[in-house]
């Protein structure tokens, strides 16, 4: 900081006439400031060092071709010639926003929705919207089967002698568990009236708040949230762009990504060196801009080369680089075409992609030239740095590793079904959940966490997680555990 | 750092009026130099590297008001005009110090504790005293529950045929585990004598040594050890600010604060981001100086906004921020009224905060009014980046969240004491330890590890770590677990 | 980077007669960029900025002494005076190369080995090939105990009724397994001819491609790989030095060193500080350009204090400040002579540098005098930040730890054992796999996983990776989840 301040006041002595590059500010935006400098003084120091702070439409609109961080052909002409400020988007689409509420001579809403950003960013708000992420809450929601799985995570278990009661969990304490990345259901439930420093205010009252993931369902009845990855106030692209943005949901070992990259030669180069990375640069170069991919350069950015030739067009539609589900229940499958999966229905009549021995529920999933057509796409950001043999043996891999995930699921679930079989844990045949009792949870495990790890692994290129932390000892064991129950409970051996 | 001696040799230029800035270096710290330099050459250069070096307590006591970085109203004369270096600590107070010892014609000691350090900063070792931290040794040694479940982690466990013996484990093992965060006794147990590069010398032979957990033992009896966060030889504040430095002690499975910021927001803006951030301003602005809260913002540190007005302060002492003890025993609880937790007897005559049953030992507990201040010191906190509705609706999940691991380790707590009832485990009240057998070990997981996942991705805002990874799902399971060793082992089904 | 240019800029204009400091490109060099720049862009773009395209050998030469960063006295006469670009390292060797084809008039391999990196660095070369890593593929392939624990672990299982199966892993399975950081047999297996951007084209046809392993077997039959740690294409010293570079292949619970080392405060330091030194100087300077020790300060680098005297010498046979084998099958030992470690027998005839029982494989391994002059040469690294009674303290704990985590693998390994005897599990003298069934998988894990947690907490002074996270607590547990198993399937109780 010392050293900028310092090479700024020597670039400002050697130049004298240098202009300052500061954008101005909306009137609104300036009464919004008068008081939320002193009420909320963080968000609005982040704000200022945000490029919305520095750089009015008008100016971005200037930055044409791949350089473009803008993609309206025409952002709303009132808000062209000022900065990007809180009235610019707390007040936008006043008429579509049921959480709008009248403050201090404005029309405000709390929850920004994409249709906000939209103003200045359609293109990136419409793909978002085919983005399986945007679904992230119906998806859940929707699909009895996972519900019944979130009950047994969350549900509240009371030991009565030998029984166990399970009580659902209270809103409050879903709201800090899966939906917390899925998404809310943000609803205005009436209205709340409060002393604050600036006198009397009332103000709309929410339900489902906070909360930032990724398929939230906002009060104008949008879906999504921006702020999941670029972050409020700062809406920095670099904060979206590092793949510590993407750990927020994606660390756990139902989706261990970024503890594979942890341990990924891309990671190591990301963590020593991202330091000295633009990681602001539009279109963003490999090898220049930066020296080993994020999340986001694989899966959204938009990559060119030196002489500004496309490697691959920024999506945030991200299933458009992903041909395979890794994470799919059960089973690994092709990606589905909706990215609404609640409507998926197996062979089984179950809402899940694949059947339990894996038949895939083909008619809604993408066929073999969507598959090729969307590996292709990934596959020339790798040919960025690497050879076409290292590309195409590292594809290789991620088939056999899926193909051998899958397998060691099959044996778990054939386990698991003896058990249900031979009457000793009580499965949906019984009338009961597949996800309540011991056995059933270990059968959970092999695919819900271990067959992840090593799946993930291979596809993210940090096998170290997929061997022994996660993956493929865990699945190993696991087997063993439960034919080892198995043989105990009947009595065997 | 090219950069850094660029720019310096650049301004120099501009400026050539310009007037060094280094402090004069006391003569019984240049005769230590003298010697050091090269005896423990990367002490001395960190050493020279630290703004002890940089400044003299008197240049420090210009900066008055909220930007002081001492506390002291009158530092001891004798150590104002010069650089803090090795003799102002390792020589101060040595009447004080059983560790004291002649070496070169100076009184000298090894261990510096807070006492030494409280000669420019008394305010903030006066609070840390107040801290739960500086009891870290005193609340683990004298609590015999805790005693007994760290022999049932630290023991050497024999196998003789069916039976297993456990020995204690030795001091050097020891000093490896518990004892290394919550801190030795250092004591002086003789003179050692050694040929050195410099001639024979003759040292204070210390036991308990090396160590720096924060609730050390010190020879001048003194607790604490101010270089667990501050870190020998730079006394770095950026160091203690950032979130790295507390994940020394705080995450593992029992205590896992850096785990869960791993998975936050707030963390992920630290991490992509903080290589911006000023890490050494005082006072410090949310959203100018840090775009995200690291564990210091929340719990330690003086925050102000850009006007000056100051939004939290400092405190050493960081229970004031701290309403609800979420690692306590078995059951979340109100904050213990005094740091020496080892005092506290519940109903049932136990060195604990509450009953088995989660019933409070209210008299040892901060009341409600208290309970309202603190929350309402750390809401403050939380409101210089987020709405009002914001910030009280996530409080309102960390209470539920808390209730609901609460009855998650009840159900846990309910198994076992069957477990004991039926013979199947030898109890307290069968002579037994309550944390050796198996069945008891599930049992000591589900409070001392799975519940604190819960209730601390909540508390902290990185819920991801409370669903899968650490919290729901093992608590989930681990009930069904210990059910299913109870049927198995009763051999009913 | 803004600043960076800022600051050049500034220094150019003041300085006009500063010299450009590039080095010329070899014509042949040249000839790869025409094509590349377009066709591998991210590649030639790292390489720009690395020293290699930078430097000329013959000015890295005139960096002398301590300094120097190329350890040949005499590089290739033609390689010289030109940039180390894509021909140097490519065509280098092309006799001994059974990979070499040609390309567009060149003699170019693509996997370039440590015999090709050894004309400009033939010290470190000849270093590496004494380190266990250069053997970390001969070392497992080569040892059939360790092979069937492999294929217990990558093996795809099949459930048929009560039986399991298990058939051996597709070889694109091992690959991203135990093969990725042990590396592979790079082979040519054919040619390959493919259509390209600039026309059709031959190549090698490589089998066990790609591998970045530290023990990957060349085409040219050479063991390693320099890019396991320097990283493929800008060989930043900077990466190797950090502690990310190791986590690739050293985080995993068989081996938790960066998992130690994020809980340590060795970490802590580098972590919150590292963006602020000099990971590139030589020597480096303790306190000075690092402030803590990454994973290379105490096991690879030249160190010297400011005076330039010498603390460490560089060594790229790690074993050499090494004396004690902490991951050593079953128990602790003295570290190997040879680093083939596939040669050593144990009494009982098994490959293991310790019997079952902890009797070590003297023969085998380096004597006290060897061990003794190991670990002074750490100490030495050490007490560059640390005083004589911290260093043996800690180092004593090493031991002690040792020793205990021994006793509770012992412990683990009588409870197999009974297992074995009593014809709950079979055993190598029952003539099954001492790694299959669900107890000798509790039994593998205490000793491949829990044990080395406690051991590595220790020796790289993270203790409380080592107390429930792994190391004690999963010691502590396991062996009554042993006894309790023995208990169920005997009946007893």
């Given at each position: 900081m010392t050293r900028k301040i310092a090479a700024i006041f020597l670039l400002l002595a050697l130049l004298p006439g240098a202009a300052a590059l500061a954008a101005p500010l909306s009137d609104d935006s300036q009464a919004c400031l008068d008081c939320h400098a002193q009420a909320t003084p963080g968000i609005v120091a982040a704000w200022q060092a945000s490029r919305h702070a520095q750089t009015t439409p008008a100016q971005a609109m200037k930055?044409?071709?791949?350089?473009?961080?803008?993609?309206?052909?025409?952002?709303p002409p009132e808000a062209l010639?000022?900065?990007?400020?809180c009235a610019e988007c707390h007040t936008a689409n006043a008429d579509s926003h049921p959480d709008s509420f009248e403050h201090q001579g404005f029309q405000v809403h709390a929850v920004v929705s994409p249709a906000d950003c939209a103003r200045c960013h359609p293109v990136e708000s419409r793909q978002f919207q085919q983005n399986l992420m945007a679904h992230a809450r119906g998806n859940l929601v929707d699909n009895p089967l996972y519900m019944d799985l979130a009950a047994q995570v969350n549900g509240v278990q009371q030991v009565d002698g030998a029984a166990i009661a399970v009580t659902p969990a209270e809103p409050n304490d879903e709201a800090e568990s899966c939906i917390y990345c899925h998404g809310s259901a943000v609803r205005v439930v009436g209205q709340i009236t409060r002393q604050t420093d600036f006198g009397e205010m009332t103000f709309a009252k929410l339900d489902g708040w906070p909360n930032h993931g990724v398929g939230r369902l906002n009060p104008d009845g949008v879906k999504g949230s921006?702020?999941?990855?670029?972050?409020?106030?700062?809406?920095?692209m670099a904060v979206a762009r590092s793949a510590y943005s993407c750990?927020?949901?994606?660390?756990?070992?139902?989706?261990?990504a970024f503890k594979v990259y942890e341990v990924s030669r891309h990671g190591a180069l990301f963590f020593a060196q991202h330091k000295d990375w633009?990681?602001?640069?539009?279109?963003w170069e490999p090898?220049?801009?930066?020296s080993a991919p994020t999340c986001a350069v694989c899966h959204v950015s938009l990559l060119a080369d030196g002489e500004g030739n496309v490697i691959a067009q920024r999506s945030h539609?991200?299933?458009?680089?992903?041909?395979?589900?890794?994470?799919?229940?059960?089973q690994s499958h092709p990606h589905?075409?909706?990215?609404?999966?609640?409507l998926i229905r197996n062979a089984d009549g179950?809402?899940?992609?694949?059947?339990?021995?894996?038949?895939?529920a083909t008619a809604f999933l993408i066929d073999q030239a969507e598959q090729d057509k969307r590996r292709q796409t990934m596959r020339r950001v790798c040919l960025a740095c690497h050879g076409q043999q290292w590309v195409d043996g590292q594809l290789a891999r991620i088939d056999a590793v899926s193909q051998s995930a899958d397998a060691m699921v099959l044996a778990a679930s054939k386990l698991v079904r003896r058990a249900w079989q031979d009457g000793l844990a009580q499965g949906p045949a019984q009338?009961?959940?597949?996800?309540?009792e011991y056995i059933e949870r270990l059968w959970v495990e092999q695919w819900l966490m271990h067959a992840n790890g090593a799946r993930f692994a291979a596809a993210m290129m940090g096998p170290d997680l997929g061997?022994?932390?996660?993956?493929r000892w865990p699945m190993a064991k696991n087997i063993r555990q439960m034919q080892d129950w198995l043989i105990q409970r009947k009595g065997e051996k």
């Open positions: 930055l044409g071709g791949l350089a473009a961080k803008l993609s309206a052909s025409a952002p010639a000022t900065s990007v400020g921006c702020a999941a990855c670029h972050s409020r106030h700062r809406f920095s750990a927020e949901c994606h660390k756990g070992p139902d989706v261990p633009d990681m602001n640069k539009t279109p090898g220049k801009d930066f539609a991200m299933n458009e680089r992903i041909w395979l589900r890794l994470l799919g229940l059960i589905p075409k909706s990215p609404q999966t609640s179950q809402p899940l992609a694949t059947t339990l021995d894996g038949r895939p009338g009961g959940s597949p996800f309540d061997v022994f932390e996660s993956g």
